[in-house]
């Protein structure tokens, strides 16, 4: 029998489904009556509301606490068993009424694909008969072993006395329903409101689950007509074969509060095993099978997948899943957790505090003591912003629940003599991944503060400072674990990459290495990269020589021109007439037609001229756009008249300066590997090894770095347009495979390694696996999107234009890029009409068009290696893992040692991001320019491959040379061609960013980037951003205005003036930097940079200011954490002047604190996000976050305000953000 709560009449307030908008010809909801009970049946006794052929058990406690022991059900097993209600004792229903139907249900053997009548008010056999007279009925339907489907059916009454009365069915979506469990379905319906319909899986509103087959707004039939329940539905005699308990029909809307009190679900706990428990550890055990697929308890204790130790009940995250290629895989889903330790606690009574996301429970010698519930259902943003504001407050410096943690607390009292057995159980991941912060913390009798649970005796504040110290010393933890696991996986490939390894020295054995050239008399020289640089110098240096008097200069007045003009048709290796114009000895020789397009010294045999000056329409240059003015013709003729000078580079100087000072050398170094300037600390250790090596020393050091990674992510990022979005996806959205990058540059992972991943694109593609690479939002050909991409990095190919038709100034074929992308895709590869030129549109206007269409729309491409100009595709068959997977034959076709455009591509951007500018000047289109150290190039890439295709041995190539350390020549804009010596380069906009932060030690705190804090939803989160690239585009411009992340949103405005892009919808190698307006305004007045210059309390300046110094020792300390480098005399001076006057009196003793009540911060996020107040909260937030943290009480404010001045004037400095 159940309990109580069944035996009473269900009474609730209204709910009202926020989610619907208001009908007009819908029913009044507010005019509903508050819903009660029609009718119940307890299959305990043989009442007069009908008999059933069988009892069976029903749900019973300890698994089902709502029930009595001895509950008994209903169980059919034929047409024949039922259960009737005569007409006149069953409750109808008409238009405007509502009901809910709330039954426990567990089918058994019902047959797939057919539809069975559980209940019907009527006669469910008349369907499409005059007398037709279901009122309502229910209904179930098996959609496979482990789903099923619930409706609502009834016929509607017909306009016309004497019509048919049409039958209108809704059903469900498919849910997770087993015939060997039981569960609780509550379905609520207002007749006359079609989107009224909701349902209930387990106490769980089942969002956007459910369509009307036919919907009406009419009620339904007025007839008599028995109730049955089970029985035949006269449909080949299906019937309903299933246990049914607790079935009760009300008349009126249950609210989801009393819906999700309807069930309860209470599994027997564990026996304690003190033998598996160790003292001073927290056994921790991980099931991921025979855990329900929902938010409740597993029926019997799961089998443990894996045991793991900790040394307190404190749980945020998990290591990563690896798949057997070592790549990110997705999470188990629906995990069981339990964590079990032996503690010793005082003797007294303590206070115990349990926290979790998911459902827990909290036992103690296997007594339970608290447990806290599952989550809410999602509204899809209409929770209440209201519901934050009941909250445990349990001390002054207790830690508040961040969102989506559900808490509990009791008292505990223990004899002091024996330790106790202490366990946490939860089940998580079911909606996403994620624990939140799952914790057992305690307060001991007779004090106020809280602190982790532990079986040792360490002490962990359980205080918001506490808890950001142990949550950051765990993640060195799981990045341990997670490193260690990686590389266990990928050791499982190291026979197949030791088999590339000798392939690769076999190929370097059996090709001719290039010979060093020596090093040109009275050139400095570090390494064999000096020995290239020096001999093109010296080639160059004789043919060097400046136009004398007014005539015009190539670099200045002519190749602007031709590149504004001319590059689009007549520059790289495919060009309109056969005409290059990007180089003198090509346009000398001319074109297909026209002879020489330049004729040094003879303007009237000069092709070009006659070009740019007909009126010809079919034969003038350019052929679209503005026509050359009379001042830009006059120019061209003049410099032609005068030899057409044109030197092979555009160098302001040959002569080498000396090196950088070591102070500069290490600021430049330590920018361009970790890409932050190095730390007070890192300065003391270069400064104090005295050794002739130290250079190198502090170069091998920054190499190992683990910051390495971060700061080569901005710029694969773009390479690699990686592209995940928070919200609705949009064009070329990708997964979030920044996560396998980072992990491989940690890890210095080979390059062909790399390229071998991403092609395969295995592994999660939502969690951070090389599977996001294949991901390309709303893109009718995705494959073909990541062919382009792959092709620009790693063979410098630009294949973009080629994705609709040839490429018009390239010489891909769209029929190339098809084969590419059909590769990726293994099979075959249709091309689609959607995004293809269509062919009657090429000759419009009459004139030749200036793109060619050699494919046809909709024909199958094969997978074809396009490339055999770099490689035969016959390499793929001794060096793909598997020769038959297209994939593989790509990524080893790609990466081959034969294939040497692959490793030219790879060290040449390396060298652009070390010394400014390319080998080959666009190092992601190499059509466009050509080598200007061919040799060198060459050189490196067979150094490349000789490393193992390292990226840090190519670096320190570079880096350790002299043209790499030479100090830099103030009056240069750009990197020249021959690296005479560097130009001050200006920090990208992650450099920007993580400086200011690095160097003015102000905490990056930003927000989660998530719009589902709480976890309600299925939402993509990126995790808590601590650098610049793990930032991404917010997206929510379509959104409602309370979807803002406003301290993020800050950085991004900060990173966008400075070239940083949040959407990356195609690849990018080389970004905008050109100088804008919004660049000295945003260092200067910026929200994020009123942050890193006010002194707050967590500040690093702050934190130095404290410290028991004298102001000399301030303002060098102060000097090279800013600048990397001691004051002058005359900054000395300054800040003496500025800073001398109150410094011995600067710090203020700290004042009585008031006594405040404390107030848990609000947050808005989806699941509340179209709450009315949300809004309002959000622009809380917003005005919070411009404000920042308030600046501190232990500086005086005097002394304080003009220390920050003098941050704020360091910090816009030129010197501060260019690498000199």
């Known amino acids: 029998m159940p309990s109580s709560l069944y035996r009473c009449s269900a009474v609730a307030v209204l709910f009202v489904c926020a989610l619907v908008q208001a009908r007009a010809a819908a029913p009044n909801a507010d005019a509903l009556p508050k819903p009660v009970t029609a009718a119940v049946w307890h299959f305990d006794v043989r009442d007069a509301l009908g008999s059933w052929p069988a009892t069976v058990p029903g749900p019973r406690p300890p698994l089902h606490p709502l029930f009595a022991k001895d509950n008994a059900a209903a169980e059919f097993r034929s047409a024949s068993d039922q259960l009737v209600v005569p007409g006149e004792k069953a409750s109808s229903f008409k238009h405007g009424e509502a009901l809910t139907f709330d039954f426990w249900i567990a089918p058994g053997d019902l047959k797939e694909k057919q539809p069975v009548f559980l209940l019907a008010k009527g006669d469910p056999n008349r369907a499409g008969q005059v007398d037709d007279n279901l009122n309502y009925g229910l209904t179930v339907e098996r959609l496979s072993s482990s789903a099923m489907r619930i409706g609502l059916c009834f016929a509607a009454e017909p306009e016309k006395p004497d019509a048919v009365p049409v039958r209108h069915q809704w059903w469900s979506g498919s849910l997770a329903l087993t015939g060997l469990e039981w569960h609780h379905i509550a379905l609520t319906y207002t007749f006359g409101d079609p989107t009224s319909v909701m349902i209930y899986i387990n106490?769980?509103?089942?969002?956007?689950?459910?369509?009307?087959?036919?919907?009406?707004?009419?009620?339904?039939?007025?007839?008599?007509?028995?109730?049955?329940?089970?029985?035949?539905?006269?449909?080949?005699?299906?019937?309903?074969?299933?246990?049914?308990?607790?079935?009760?029909?009300?008349?009126?809307?249950?609210?989801?509060?009393?819906?999700?009190?309807?069930?309860?679900?209470?599994?027997?706990?564990?026996?304690?095993?003190?033998?598996?428990?160790?003292?001073?550890?927290?056994?921790?055990?991980?099931?991921?099978?025979?855990?329900?697929?929902?938010?409740?308890?597993?029926?019997?204790?799961?089998?443990?997948?894996?045991?793991?130790?900790?040394?307190?009940?404190?749980?945020?995250?998990?290591?990563?899943?690896?798949?057997a290629s070592g790549v990110r895989g997705d999470p188990p889903g629906t995990t069981f957790l339990r964590a079990s330790a032996l503690v010793q606690f005082p003797k007294g009574r303590h206070r115990l505090l349990l926290r979790a996301r998911g459902i827990s429970r909290l036992l103690i010698d296997g007594k339970q003591l608290r447990d806290t519930p599952a989550p809410p259902s999602s509204l899809n943003g209409h929770h209440l912003t209201s519901e934050q504001e009941t909250y445990l407050d349990l001390g002054p410096d207790f830690r508040f629940a961040p969102p989506g943690n559900r808490e509990e607390w009791c008292e505990f009292e223990s004899a002091g003599d024996k330790p106790h057995m202490v366990v946490l159980e939860t089940v998580f991941g079911t909606v996403r991944p994620g624990l939140g912060e799952t914790v057992i913390a305690w307060s001991r009798e007779g004090e106020t503060s809280w602190q982790l649970l532990s079986p040792t005796a360490r002490h962990i504040p359980y205080t918001d400072a506490g808890w950001a110290a142990y949550e950051a010393e765990q993640r060195k933890v799981l990045e341990r674990i997670d490193t260690e696991r990686r590389l266990a996986k990928r050791a499982g490939q190291n026979a197949y990459w030791e088999r590339r390894r000798e392939a690769a020295k076999a190929w370097l054995a059996q090709t001719p290495d290039l010979p060093v050239p020596p090093l040109p008399k009275g050139m400095p020289g570090h390494n064999e990269v000096d020995h290239f640089l020096g001999a093109r110098i010296a080639q160059v240096a004789p043919t060097y020589k400046h136009v004398s008097g007014n005539g015009p200069d190539f670099y200045r007045d002519i190749k602007p021109l031709l590149e504004t003009r001319c590059y689009d048709c007549h520059q790289g290796s495919k060009t309109k007439g056969g005409l290059r114009l990007d180089k003198l000895a090509a346009a000398v020789q001319g074109g297909d037609s026209d002879g020489p397009a330049i004729t040094p010294g003879k303007p009237e045999a000069s092709a070009l001229l006659h070009r740019i000056r007909t009126e010809e329409e079919d034969a003038v240059m350019p052929p679209k756009g503005a026509r050359l003015t009379s001042r830009e013709i006059t120019l061209l003729e003049t410099?032609?008249?005068?030899?057409?000078?044109?030197?092979?580079?555009?160098?302001?100087?040959?002569?080498?300066?000396?090196?950088?000072?070591?102070?500069?050398?290490?600021?430049?170094?330590?920018?361009?590997?970790?890409?932050?300037?190095?730390?007070?600390?890192?300065?003391?250790?270069?400064?104090?090894?005295?050794?002739?090596?130290?250079?190198?020393?502090?170069?091998?050091?920054?190499?190992?770095?683990?910051?390495?990674?971060?700061?080569?992510?901005?710029?694969?990022?773009?390479?690699?347009?990686?592209?995940?979005?928070?919200?609705?996806?949009?064009?070329?959205?990708?997964?979030?495979?920044?996560?396998?990058?980072?992990?491989?540059?940690?890890?210095?992972?080979?390059?062909?390694?790399?390229?071998?991943?991403?092609?395969?694109?295995?592994?999660?593609?939502?969690?951070?696996?090389?599977?996001?690479?294949?991901?390309?939002?709303?893109?009718?050909?995705?494959?073909?999107?990541?062919?382009?991409?792959?092709?620009?990095?790693?063979?410098?190919?630009?294949?973009?234009?080629?994705?609709?038709?040839?490429?018009?100034?390239?010489?891909?074929?769209?029929?190339?890029?098809?084969?590419?992308?059909?590769?990726?895709?293994?099979?075959?590869?249709?091309?689609?009409?959607?995004?293809?030129?269509?062919?009657?549109?090429?000759?419009?206007?009459?004139?030749?068009?200036?793109?060619?269409?050699?494919?046809?729309?909709?024909?199958?491409?094969?997978?074809?290696?396009?490339?055999?100009?770099?490689?035969?595709?016959?390499?793929?068959?001794n060096l793909a893992a598997d020769p038959k997977n297209t994939r593989d034959q790509l990524a080893a076709l790609i990466t081959a040692p034969q294939n040497e455009r692959f490793a030219e591509v790879m060290v040449n951007r390396v060298w652009q991001r070390l010394m400014g500018r390319g080998l080959v000047e666009n190092p992601g289109d190499w059509e466009k320019s050509e080598p200007s150290h061919p040799e060198l190039l060459r050189w490196l890439a067979r150094e490349f491959v000789r490393s193992g295709y390292s990226l840090k041995a190519v670096s320190r190539l570079i880096i350790t040379s002299h043209a790499y350390q030479r100090a830099s020549i103030p009056e240069l804009e750009n990197a020249e061609p021959l690296y005479v010596g560097p130009p001050p380069r200006r920090m990208n906009a992650e450099q920007i960013v993580d400086s200011l932060f690095a160097t003015t030690g102000k905490p990056f705190k930003l927000e989660e980037l998530c719009f589902d804090l709480d976890g309600i939803s299925n939402m993509r989160t990126l995790g808590q951003p601590r650098r610049a690239w793990?930032?991404?585009?917010?997206?929510?411009?379509?959104?409602?205005?309370?979807?803002?992340?406003?301290?993020?949103?800050?950085?991004?405005?900060?990173?966008?003036?400075?070239?940083?892009?949040?959407?990356?919808?195609?690849?990018?190698?080389?970004?905008?930097?050109?100088?804008?307006?919004?660049?000295?305004?945003?260092?200067?007045?910026?929200?994020?940079?009123?942050?890193?210059?006010?002194?707050?309390?967590?500040?690093?300046?702050?934190?130095?200011?404290?410290?028991?110094?004298?102001?000399?020792?301030?303002?060098?300390?102060?000097?090279?954490?800013?600048?990397?480098?001691?004051?002058?005399?005359?900054?000395?001076?300054?800040?003496?002047?500025?800073?001398?006057?109150?410094?011995?009196?600067?710090?203020?003793?700290?004042?009585?604190?008031?006594?405040?009540?404390?107030?848990?911060?609000?947050?808005?996020?989806?699941?509340?996000?179209?709450?009315?107040?949300?809004?309002?909260?959000?622009?809380?937030?917003?005005?919070?976050?411009?404000?920042?943290?308030?600046?501190?009480?232990?500086?005086?404010?005097?002394?304080?305000?003009?220390?920050?001045?003098?941050?704020?004037?360091?910090?816009?400095?030129?010197?501060?953000l260019f690498i000199r």
């Open 203 to 323: 106490g769980r509103m089942q969002l956007f689950s459910g369509k009307w087959e036919k919907s009406t707004l009419r009620g339904p039939v007025q007839r008599d007509g028995n109730l049955r329940i089970g029985g035949s539905s006269g449909k080949q005699q299906a019937f309903y074969a299933g246990r049914v308990d607790a079935l009760t029909l009300h008349r009126g809307v249950l609210d989801s509060p009393t819906i999700e009190k309807l069930y309860a679900l209470q599994p027997p706990p564990p026996p304690a095993n003190r033998n598996e428990v160790k003292p001073g550890e927290v056994r921790v055990e991980l099931c991921t099978e025979g855990v329900p697929p929902r938010r409740e308890w597993p029926d019997a204790s799961p089998p443990v997948a894996e045991v793991m130790t900790a040394e307190a009940f404190g749980f945020f995250e998990l290591p990563q899943v690896y798949v």
């Open 639 to 877: 410099w032609i008249q005068q030899g057409a000078n044109w030197p092979e580079f555009r160098v302001s100087t040959l002569e080498l300066p000396p090196l950088a000072d070591d102070m500069t050398f290490l600021r430049r170094v330590t920018l361009d590997t970790v890409g932050v300037p190095p730390h007070e600390n890192e300065i003391r250790d270069f400064l104090a090894d005295t050794s002739p090596n130290r250079r190198t020393n502090v170069i091998d050091r920054l190499l190992k770095d683990p910051r390495w990674a971060d700061h080569w992510m901005g710029y694969w990022l773009d390479v690699l347009a990686e592209n995940p979005n928070l919200l609705s996806g949009s064009l070329n959205n990708s997964g979030p495979f920044r996560w396998w990058i980072y992990e491989s540059l940690r890890d210095d992972q080979p390059m062909d390694a790399f390229v071998t991943e991403l092609v395969r694109m295995e592994g999660s593609s939502n969690i951070g696996g090389p599977a996001g690479f294949a991901v390309a939002g709303q893109n009718d050909a995705p494959l073909a999107e990541k062919g382009a991409i792959l092709a620009s990095a790693f063979l410098g190919v630009e294949m973009k234009c080629a994705r609709c038709h040839d490429a018009p100034a390239h010489v891909s074929k769209q029929e190339e890029l098809f084969q590419l992308a059909a590769m990726l895709n293994k099979a075959p590869l249709k091309v689609p009409t959607t995004s293809s030129v269509p062919t009657d549109k090429l000759h419009a206007g009459g004139r030749k068009p200036l793109i060619q269409v050699t494919l046809k729309p909709g024909t199958q491409v094969q997978p074809v290696w396009p490339f055999a100009r770099f490689c035969s595709e016959d390499a793929a068959k």
């Open 1030 to 1216: 793990m930032l991404t585009s917010t997206s929510n411009e379509r959104d409602r205005p309370s979807l803002t992340l406003p301290r993020v949103q800050a950085v991004i405005t900060a990173l966008e003036a400075f070239g940083w892009r949040g959407a990356r919808q195609s690849p990018v190698t080389l970004r905008e930097s050109d100088p804008n307006v919004l660049q000295p305004a945003v260092l200067s007045n910026g929200v994020m940079s009123a942050w890193a210059v006010r002194l707050s309390d967590d500040h690093g300046i702050t934190q130095l200011a404290m410290k028991e110094q004298s102001l000399d020792a301030f303002i060098e300390v102060f000097y090279l954490r800013l600048l990397t480098r001691m004051p002058t005399d005359k900054e000395r001076a300054s800040a003496r002047e500025l800073l001398g006057s109150g410094y011995a009196e600067r710090r203020v003793s700290a004042s009585a604190k008031t006594n405040v009540k404390r107030v848990r911060p609000k947050y808005v996020t989806w699941s509340n996000h179209l709450d009315g107040p949300a809004n309002a909260l959000a622009q809380e937030l917003e005005a919070n976050a411009r404000r920042g943290d308030p600046p501190t009480t232990q500086l005086s404010a005097d002394w304080r305000e003009r220390l920050e001045d003098l941050l704020w004037q360091t910090v816009n400095l030129p010197e501060w």
